[in-house]
């Protein structure tokens, strides 16, 4: 069974500060890298993800950073909100035909403080 | 607009009752998943399904049963053998080979 570790569990961050969740996999078919952001109630959305031709991709405060020797990726939170706070999960998967696995990390639950 | 409805939203049971939750799905995904929450848990699969008519067990499927006779629905069905069914649970669909899954707004199921 392929795994895929996640963290910290939880994370509390001042408002402004710099949030940095980290996700590790063993499979190295995977080819997709996402994080997705749940709002307690709700579920899960896709937040922003990464293929592995690229190190680094950034959609506006949020940045993805892989390191794709080192078998990780990580979701950066610049200038955080309290909006922010939620759980983040990443599921890194195999994009390819017939591929059905979707494994996620077991949760990093982020608090923004004012 | 295209998504994946869940129902209900809420749902109480009592015990030694079965309940069926709704999982309804627009996006022609092939595949589709449930998934138990626990509060302060990830995302524990229960069962998962490749295409109509065909599924698999995830990694707690015990007390758990699911059909999937269209392609658009993939309803689960909590049965009295699930000793501790109190949980949030979502409904996700993605297509094979496809990068995003999309989820339901999920059920939280309680028994009382």
């Known amino acids: 069974q392929q795994q895929v570790k996640q963290s910290p569990q939880s994370l509390i961050v001042q408002k402004g500060g710099i949030s940095i969740i980290n996700c590790a996999y063993e499979n190295t078919a995977f080819d997709y890298f996402p994080w997705y952001q749940q709002f307690p109630g709700k579920g899960p959305a896709l937040l922003i993800a990464i293929r592995p031709d690229v190190s680094e991709k950034k959609e506006g405060r949020f940045t993805i950073s892989f390191n794709k020797s080192a078998k990780q990726f990580s979701l950066h939170i610049m200038d955080s909100q309290p909006g922010d706070s939620a759980t983040y999960f990443c599921?890194?998967?195999?994009?390819?035909?017939?591929?059905?696995?979707?494994?996620f990390g077991k949760g990093t639950k982020l608090s923004v403080i004012p | 607009d295209g998504g994946i409805t869940q129902s209900p939203k809420y749902l109480f049971r009592k015990e030694g009752q079965n309940v069926t939750l709704s999982c309804e799905q627009n996006?022609?995904?092939?595949?589709m998943y449930w998934y138990r929450q626990d509060p302060g848990q990830g995302l524990r699969l229960i069962y998962y399904?490749?295409?109509?008519?065909?599924?698999q067990k995830g990694d707690i499927a015990e007390g758990y049963s699911v059909s999937r006779e269209k392609k658009e629905s993939f309803p689960l069905t909590v049965t009295s053998a699930q000793k501790n069914p109190t949980a949030f649970y979502l409904c996700?669909?993605?297509?094979?080979?496809?990068?995003?899954?999309?989820f339901g707004q999920g059920t939280r199921l309680t028994v009382v």
């Open positions: 399904s490749q295409i109509v008519n065909d599924f």
């Open positions: 996700a669909s993605r297509t094979p080979g496809g990068t995003e899954a999309f």
């Open positions: 599921a890194p998967a195999f994009s390819g035909a017939g591929s059905y696995q979707l494994t």
């Open positions: 996006l022609n995904h092939d595949a």
